[in-house]
């Protein structure tokens, strides 16, 4: 099967989990990050839930007062209660929950030793960096592999324009800058599925810019990350030749060597939940379909054009690297 074995087995009852009801749901909070925006959200929602009310009742006894003698009431009045007080006292309410659920997101000492993964954003994917993993860095694209409920710091930049990283269920967004380095805190209560997503235009493929974060107890998170350092690729034969002449100046295929980064890395592909940063399913033949249908699929990508390359050649790169 094209998925390894230890990823087939938790990839159903990850799916099965709240997370995938509702992706970008920011009312359905996974994190302490995400539970003080959706605060946010519910104060200001109940707020103008009662001041409509109060508005409504306003006008009605206005409609069905009898008497035609005007109520006095001075534009002092007017302006010191509904120009000053009234805002003032909104405001200050918006603001003090506003300064919390954006304390949430900021790296902070909470006395657990915060999990690292490194993200460059590119157009229109993103490379992921784990800067130790057995005592050296592992590099992935599109998904990032964290513990649950342990804090994590996402350290973003980005490679050619500003991209914005949101996984709406633990918490706001942040974004990547190039020349620029910012560090996202989020913390995944619970194991299970995330959909993330840029959320600054980059581009005309913004919308199919997606990746998944996938936490892990930290047992099974040291193993997935295990499998993915030691996934291998036989060295020999017309796969390895033909990815060496046709991708290897933008691919990498070994999970501890970064360069090239022109394109996403290629070690351990199978054991992902999806492929072109979360618009397929990574199902057997999809990766044969992208290296013939990637302008179709997605236009616009910097990934060269194959029409010039034997469908044989390109027949043994998907098998080559599905067999990792």
């Not at 001075?74 to 509904?82: E, K, V, W, Y």
């Not at 050296?136 to 990283?165: K, M, T, W, Y």
Request: contains cysteine.
């Amino acid at each position: 099967m094209f998925l390894h074995e230890s990823a087939r087995t938790h990839a159903a009852p990850l799916a099965a989990t709240a997370a995938e009801q509702t992706p970008f749901s920011a009312l359905a909070p996974a994190g302490p990050a995400a539970a003080a925006i959706a605060e946010v959200w519910w104060w200001m929602f109940w707020g103008s839930l009662v001041v409509l009310a109060l508005v409504c009742v306003l006008a009605l006894h206005a409609v069905l007062r009898r008497s035609d003698r005007p109520v006095p009431l001075s534009a002092r009045t007017l302006i010191l209660g509904g120009g000053i007080a009234l805002p003032l006292s909104v405001i200050t309410v918006l603001l003090f929950h506003g300064v919390r659920s954006g304390d949430a997101m900021l790296p902070q000492d909470v006395g657990v030793e915060p999990f690292r993964v490194e993200v460059t954003a590119r157009q229109w994917w993103w490379e992921v960096r784990y800067p130790d993993v057995d005592g050296a860095p592992l590099f992935d694209a599109n998904e990032l592999l964290v513990p649950a409920g342990r804090p994590i710091d996402i350290v973003l930049e980005a490679d050619d324009v500003i991209h914005s990283f949101w996984v709406p269920r633990l918490g706001g967004k942040l974004d990547a800058i190039p020349g620029k380095t910012n560090v996202l805190r989020l913390t995944a209560d619970e194991p299970g599925v995330y959909r993330g997503l840029c959320a600054e235009f980059c581009g005309a493929q913004h919308a199919r810019m997606g990746f998944h974060l996938l936490a892990f107890e930290p047992e099974e998170l040291e193993g997935r990350l295990g499998a993915r350092a030691e996934a291998g690729l036989d060295r020999e034969g017309a796969g390895s030749q033909a990815f060496a002449q046709h991708c290897a100046a933008c691919h990498s295929a070994d999970g501890r060597i970064g360069e090239p980064a022109a394109g996403p890395n290629l070690a351990a592909v199978r054991q992902r939940r999806h492929l072109v940063a979360g618009w397929l399913q990574n199902e057997p033949g999809q990766l044969r379909r992208w290296l013939d249908d990637h302008q179709t699929i997605k236009p616009g990508n910097l990934m060269s054009d194959f029409s010039h390359v034997d469908p044989a050649e390109l027949d043994a790169i998907a098998e080559w690297l599905e067999g990792q």
